[in-house]
């Protein structure tokens, strides 16, 4: 009987006790990244294939200054971004399947089943055609989706200015657009992060909020200075009970996810504006001063940090490598667990450094690293490799060969003069 019993408790606890040591990163997309930072509590992190290697450009797609600042979406063979129009592309040839021209300027788009969102309008994922929408096409606005809702800010039309016409936070059905709920505000947020129920928005007004997913509740903010006023702000990333976000006091932030009560801060040399990767463990954030970060998750100590020029672009991780984008126009791969460089490729030509660099964040999917820029709507990167060599010729085949040949010329020869063979002369 103890024996019975004993079997019957470990049953009984066995799944509790393995969703307790479940991995943080619980939510995978295989080898998609279907919105900005790959999920929905914007880890940026995957399992798909790295690319490790010294890469090559399988395909550019030239976008002259349009200033790509929108990070790609790649789902089902089609890679979607934003510039001046938001983009369908096809994923292996870089070929346009369709564009709508002024949809949603520098907004990420996210893509699920038959719908790709931007600017919080849907669109038809085959065709571009707009299903439905509470917004004028080109609204830049912050959006995220989980379980079944877009949630999105309304746009007043009368205010066309980036950010200036944010009259309220909404949370849609996906399907359909039908609201669910509808909370006032008078900021502009950053593209929210969802997790345990909870939405979190880095907000224009210098505050981290957080509010109830189901209900539109807010359940606390935290002060964090942004950029400027009419600044969306740096999406935030949970990750293993907390969130974190950065600020131009120079701090990375690692909060409680449920109450805003601050765990740790880490000060960087200068403003910190792109949105921080999580992995293992390990918090991954560019900073203005010219380096890039790894710190410990937990609490905060720096594992590593490797210079890059600094820059917006957020990182990327895959497997064991991180990716990032430098003011210099240059794209990194960095070993995560060490911070060595593994490669770097110039996404940005000379003479748009000016335009401050890479805004636009990586996505990585199945060894290709996919990323945008001032002059290039998407450069696509794969490992690179030589051209492969034809066969050696072998001598015995030569010496078949060269009597055929020879052959076929006196042949070809003794025709010609054949032809040219003159006939009787009928006028004597």
């Given amino acids: 009987m103890c024996k019975i019993a004993a079997l019957l408790f470990i049953l009984i606890l066995a799944p509790s006790a393995t969703a307790a040591f479940l991995p943080v990163h619980g939510v995978s997309y295989g080898d998609d990244w279907p919105m900005f930072h790959y999920d929905p509590a914007h880890t940026g992190y995957t399992t798909t294939k790295p690319l490790a290697t010294a890469p090559t450009a399988v395909w550019t797609k030239p976008g002259g200054f349009q200033g790509v600042e929108s990070s790609p979406v790649i789902v089902g063979g089609v890679v979607y971004v934003t510039a001046q129009s938001l983009y369908a592309l096809n994923e292996s040839t870089g070929e346009e399947i369709w564009s709508v021209d002024g949809a949603g300027w520098g907004a990420n788009p996210i893509v699920n089943g038959d719908f790709v969102y931007c600017g919080g309008i849907a669109y038809d994922v085959s065709t571009g055609a707009e299903l439905w929408s509470p917004n004028p096409a080109g609204a830049r606005v912050g959006q995220?989706?989980?379980?079944?809702?877009?949630?999105?800010?309304?746009?007043?039309?009368?205010?066309?200015?980036?950010?200036?016409?944010?009259?309220?936070?909404?949370?849609?059905?996906?399907?359909?657009?039908?609201?669910?709920?509808?909370?006032?505000?008078?900021?502009?947020?950053?593209?929210?992060?969802?997790?345990?129920?909870?939405?979190?928005?880095?907000?224009?007004?210098?505050?981290?909020?957080?509010?109830?997913?189901?209900?539109?509740?807010?359940?606390?903010?935290?002060?964090?200075?942004?950029?400027?006023?009419?600044?969306?702000?740096?999406?935030?990333?949970?990750?293993?009970?907390?969130?974190?976000?950065?600020?131009?006091?120079?701090?990375?932030?690692?909060?409680?996810?449920?109450?805003?009560?601050?765990?740790?801060?880490?000060?960087?040399g200068a403003f910190v504006e792109s949105a921080p990767a999580v992995a293992n463990g390990v918090v991954y954030v560019g900073s203005d001063d010219g380096n890039f970060y790894a710190l410990?998750?937990?609490?905060?100590?720096?594992?590593?940090?490797?210079?890059?020029?600094?820059?917006?672009?957020?990182?990327a991780v895959a497997g064991d490598v991180v990716y990032v984008g430098g003011f210099n126009g240059n794209l990194y791969a960095l070993n995560a667990s060490t911070g060595s460089k593994l490669w770097n490729y110039t996404v940005q030509s000379s003479g748009f450094e000016e335009m401050s660099g890479l805004h636009t964040s990586p996505a990585v999917v199945d060894g290709r690293v996919y990323i945008g820029s001032n002059n290039y709507i998407m450069v696509v990167l794969e490992e690179g490799s030589a051209p492969t060599p034809p066969p050696p010729f072998s001598e015995s085949i030569i010496w078949i060969i060269l009597p055929l040949f020879t052959a076929l010329a006196i042949l070809i020869v003794l025709v010609y003069f054949k032809k040219r063979k003159p006939g009787k002369n009928t006028n004597v």
């Fill in 144 to 268: 995220a989706f989980a379980d079944g809702y877009l949630y999105a800010q309304a746009y007043n039309t009368s205010f066309p200015q980036v950010g200036a016409g944010i009259v309220a936070l909404l949370c849609l059905n996906a399907t359909t657009g039908a609201q669910i709920w509808r909370v006032p505000t008078n900021f502009a947020g950053s593209d929210p992060a969802v997790a345990n129920g909870i939405l979190y928005t880095g907000g224009s007004d210098g505050n981290l909020h957080a509010f109830n997913a189901s209900t539109g509740r807010e359940i606390w903010k935290y002060p964090v200075r942004y950029v400027q006023a009419n600044s969306l702000g740096a999406s935030p990333t949970v990750y293993g009970g907390m969130v974190y976000t950065v600020s131009i006091d120079h701090n990375v932030y690692a909060l409680n996810a449920m109450d805003g009560t601050k765990i740790w801060n880490y000060t960087t």
């Fill in 296 to 315: 410990n998750a937990t609490d905060g100590t720096r594992i590593w940090n490797y210079t890059t020029s600094g820059g917006e672009s957020s990182p």
